[in-house]
């Protein structure tokens, strides 16, 4: 079946340092989405990256899609207590359904 | 935007039994999604569900085990039969709304 693959499974950080995860497909992707999940709650809808290389930020958040659609990652600069919770990528092979990575589950250690 | 609500929030069923879980959305869509989300671990996807068609079902899901309906373009449902221990998990419906995709609160079941 498709998969898309997430690294690390965890981070421990100190408040301030940064952090990244990263996805990738061994399939070309049409697009690939980001989410964050606190816990105990559902996924919560970050991003939609959709053209080779793209590059978007959300304030502390940047996120890129590689050339060849097959990676992804997000990155936080300077972390905050705020920034706990597990990040998911959810990547598509048809712009319709998503298969979520495995999660990248954030501590950070005020 | 999309706000989705699911009904029940949680259960606990006994083995054997059949639970059907009600997704509905606040807007007319055309996908619904249906996934699963075992304790601590990701989701994995199990049907995608289009108002007038037969759903379709991902690689290790059957219609017969998780039969869904989907009557109209903000409703759907997924019945999970006869069910052991290794169907607790929480289950969410989703959808996209533009370029988005949203997330209903989950339905917390639990088999024993």
């Known amino acids: 079946g498709q998969q898309v693959m997430q690294i690390p499974q965890y981070q421990h950080v100190q408040e301030g340092e940064d952090f990244t995860t990263y996805c990738n497909s061994s399939?070309?992707?049409?697009?690939i989405q980001w989410y964050k999940q606190r816990p105990g709650g559902h996924p919560v809808f970050l991003i939609q990256l959709v053209k080779s290389g793209e590059v978007k930020k959300q304030k502390r958040l940047t996120f890129q899609f590689g050339e060849a659609k097959k990676n992804s990652s997000l990155h936080i600069t300077a972390t905050q207590t705020t920034d706990v919770g597990t990040y998911f990528c959810?990547?598509?092979?048809?712009?319709?359904?998503?298969?979520f990575g495995s999660g990248t589950k954030l501590n950070v250690k005020p | 935007s999309a706000v989705i609500s699911q009904k029940p929030s949680r259960d606990i069923c006994q083995r054997g039994t059949s639970l059907t879980i009600q997704c509905q959305v606040d807007s007319q869509v055309t996908m619904m999604f249906w996934y699963r989300q075992q304790p601590g671990q990701s989701l994995t996807l199990i049907a995608t569900a289009n108002q007038g068609s037969e759903a379709t079902y991902e690689s290790g899901f059957v219609i017969d085990k998780f039969p869904i309906s989907r009557p109209n373009l903000t409703f759907s449902t997924l019945t999970v039969s006869n069910m052991s221990p290794e169907d607790s998990s929480i289950y969410l419906c989703s959808t996209n709304a533009g370029s988005e995709q949203y997330f209903g609160p989950g339905t917390r079941l639990t088999v024993t």
């Open positions: 959810a990547g598509s092979f048809n712009f319709n359904k998503f298969y």
């Open positions: 399939t070309t992707l049409s697009n």
